[in-house]
């Protein structure tokens, strides 16, 4: 993918158990189209941390990337402060 055009998620590492993986929840706002009430859908990506320097309780940014296993499609890109 082009630089700048892949999709970035922030969210929070939830485990850092595996080598060189980290797992991130990302919450997103949704409303719900008849009733009109807003809820939170989270989902979990696993995301490549080639230096295992981010640990549980970060808050990160991941990028999509090309499949590099089975499950990783996305890269950590930053720990926002």
């Not at 990506?45 to 990028?63: L, M, Q, R, S, T």
């Amino acid at each position: 993918m082009e630089k700048g055009k892949a999709k970035r998620l922030k969210g929070a590492v939830v485990s850092d158990k595996m080598d060189k993986t980290v797992v991130v929840k990302v919450d997103r706002y949704v409303e719900h189209p008849k009733y009109e009430k807003r809820f939170t859908i989270s989902n979990k990506f696993k995301a490549h941390d080639e230096k295992n320097e981010y640990k549980e309780g970060d808050v990160v940014i991941i990028e999509e990337c090309r499949p590099i296993s089975k499950d990783k499609t996305f890269k950590v890109i930053e720990k926002v402060s």
